[in-house]
Structure formats: structure tokens, C-alpha cells
């Protein structure tokens, strides 16, 4: 399977605990987006990379939340200190950036529950 | 503000009920307009990419349409299995780059 892959597909913790996702992006894509998504609303947008350098953080991002892509390939998402309002689904997604195409594939989700 | 709205929130249709989902916008700098289809638990898969107003994309039993302040997603007879929420996004020009903006969704709800 070629697509993007995210692990792990769940999580549950108790609130104080840290957290770190992965995200494996297609790989000939060379941006990685994350998303944070609740329930009824669409995916807000968090952090996006381009390559190994982070270009953008979103005012949302606090300073509990840090990104990386160390190598310009798989990212990890680290949530220090949990909340329970940091329950959400973690969406990561990647594209391939050139002049007209800048479509974002997205992978199934890391759903976090925050106890 | 840049702004993306989806209407209706939820659609609930009898099978072979055509219909149209809204995505209005309200940006500076249009670089793309996405529609994605989401299943519960489940991440956005992607359906279409719009560039300019009048273009026009089909797949199956959707077609998505752009004008310069909206899209529409029709959808044509459909069946039980394309109930899910549909997501509208807009890539637009921002200070130092572009960004994306989702809307809310539609609950596409199709009965047997």
C-alpha cells in the first residue's frame, strides 16, 4: 500500500500523560501536513513541512504540541502534558507541491482520547 | 475573513434522489477547491480538484462544478453507500505562502 499511514490508529490516556504519533507519507511527496479534526466540524489545520523544514504552524499549535520530519520523510506529532480538550482525531497528510498540483492525500487518523 | 461554508449541514435522501451539496467561499488568491468524502472513523479520501471557475470534474455518480464564489458537488441517483460526509477545502494565498481551509461538512445520508 502506497498511501499515507499513521500509527497508532488509537490512543487513550489519562490527562497529564505525553503523546507522539507517526505519519508515513507517500512517498515521493515532499510536504506533510497535520490536522486536528472533532467531531462535526472539518480538519483544522496545525503544522505543515516542507521536506525536513517546518514552514508553518497554526496559532492553534501550543507550545505542549511540537512536530518534526527529521530526514524529510516520516513526521511525529508529540502532545506534552495532555488535556482532555486535546481529544480529537490527528490527521496527517501529504502532497506532492509543484505549480497546479497541490492535492493532499490523507491518511486513516490517530484518534486520541484524553481521560 | 477568509471563510468556507457547506450547506446544507445534513442531507438525507431517498435512493436515486439526485441532489447538490453547496461550498461557498469567501478568499483571496483561489489556488485550488478540494471536495473530499469522509466515512466515520475514517480519514478524508480525496474526490476532485477545481483550479478555475468553470471547470468541471466527474467520477461515477458525482460531478463537481466551480464558479468564482462557489461549488457544487451533484450527485446523481445515489445509492446507500455513498452516505458519508462530504468536505469542502479551499488553497488560497497567505502572507509568506497559501493554506488550506475546510469547511464543516455535509452529512450525506442516502435510505434504501
Known amino acids: 500500500d502506497t498511501g499515507v499511514s499513521q500509527d497508532p490508529r488509537h490512543k487513550i490516556t489519562k490527562r497529564g500523560q505525553n503523546v507522539t504519533f507517526r505519519c508515513d507519507p507517500i512517498?515521493?511527496?515532499?510536504?506533510l501536513y497535520w490536522y486536528r479534526q472533532t467531531l462535526g466540524q472539518g480538519p483544522e489545520f496545525l503544522t505543515y513541512?516542507?521536506?525536513?523544514?517546518?514552514?508553518?504552524k497554526s496559532r492553534l499549535l501550543s507550545d505542549r504540541f511540537s512536530a518534526e520530519r527529521p530526514k524529510g520523510s516520516f513526521s511525529t506529532l508529540e502532545i506534552q502534558r495532555t488535556e482532555q480538550g486535546d481529544s480529537a482525531m490527528y490527521l496527517c497528510?501529504?502532497?506532492?507541491?509543484?505549480?497546479?498540483?497541490?492535492?493532499?492525500?490523507f491518511g486513516p487518523g490517530t484518534r486520541l482520547t484524553v481521560l | 475573513e477568509d471563510q468556507v461554508t457547506q450547506s446544507p449541514e445534513a442531507l438525507r435522501l431517498q435512493e436515486g434522489e439526485s441532489s447538490s451539496l453547496n461550498c461557498s467561499y469567501t478568499v483571496s488568491g483561489l489556488r485550488g477547491l478540494f471536495w473530499y468524502r469522509q466515512d466515520p472513523g475514517k480519514g478524508p479520501e480525496f474526490l476532485f480538484t477545481l483550479y478555475s471557475a468553470g471547470e468541471e470534474k466527474e467520477k461515477e455518480r458525482l460531478k463537481a462544478t466551480l464558479t468564482k464564489k462557489e461549488s457544487f458537488l451533484h450527485i446523481t441517483a445515489p445509492k446507500p453507500e455513498d452516505s458519508a460526509t462530504y468536505l469542502c477545502?479551499?488553497?488560497?494565498?497567505?502572507?509568506?505562502?497559501?493554506?488550506?481551509?475546510f469547511g464543516a461538512g455535509t452529512r450525506l445520508f442516502v435510505k434504501a
Open positions: 497528510a501529504s502532497s506532492l507541491e509543484s505549480l497546479r498540483k497541490d492535492t493532499q492525500y
Open positions: 512517498s515521493e511527496h515532499n510536504r
Open positions: 513541512f516542507q521536506n525536513e523544514a517546518q514552514l508553518e
Open positions: 477545502a479551499v488553497r488560497m494565498r497567505d502572507t509568506g505562502g497559501f493554506k488550506t481551509i
